[in-house]
């Protein structure tokens, strides 16, 4: 069993930047893949970003590309989701998750967080 709590959501200006956290509890948190999706308003929910156990590897949505960077630290069961030069379409509820991830188009998520709301003024 692995239980995530997300952090660090609120409310910034268009071009401003925020970081989430997601602290995980178990002790097998280091053998999954780690992912973050979001829900806007109306909309289904969308694959942002993963990192795989190790850290070697990620993968994004390429609406995030370049502006969004995931990471992790397995040693505090935390996974980051670093957010740059947000849009107003960011605004979403944001949920960490973990998992099985092999592309932002396959995966499997066992776990998920109740997740953290993203606001982005215009």
């Known amino acids: 069993q692995v239980q995530l709590v997300e952090s660090g959501g609120g409310m910034v200006q268009a071009g401003g930047s925020l970081r989430l956290s997601c602290a995980a509890s178990?002790?097998?948190?280091?053998?999954?893949?780690m992912g973050w999706f979001r829900q806007a308003p109306g909309k289904e929910r969308e694959f942002v970003a993963a990192?795989?156990?190790?850290?070697?590897?990620?993968y994004y949505a390429d609406s995030v590309k370049g502006r969004f960077t995931i990471s992790r630290d397995n040693a505090k069961n935390t996974v980051y989701l670093q957010m740059n030069s947000l849009k107003p379409e960011d605004t979403a509820v944001y949920y960490c998750?973990?998992?099985?991830?092999?592309?932002?188009?396959?995966?499997?998520?066992?776990?998920w967080g109740k997740g953290t709301l993203v606001t982005v003024s215009s």
């Open positions: 178990g002790r097998t948190f280091s053998s999954y893949a």
């Open positions: 990192i795989s156990w190790s850290g070697g590897s990620t």
């Open positions: 998750a973990a998992g099985t991830v092999r592309s932002p188009d396959y995966y499997g998520m066992d776990y």
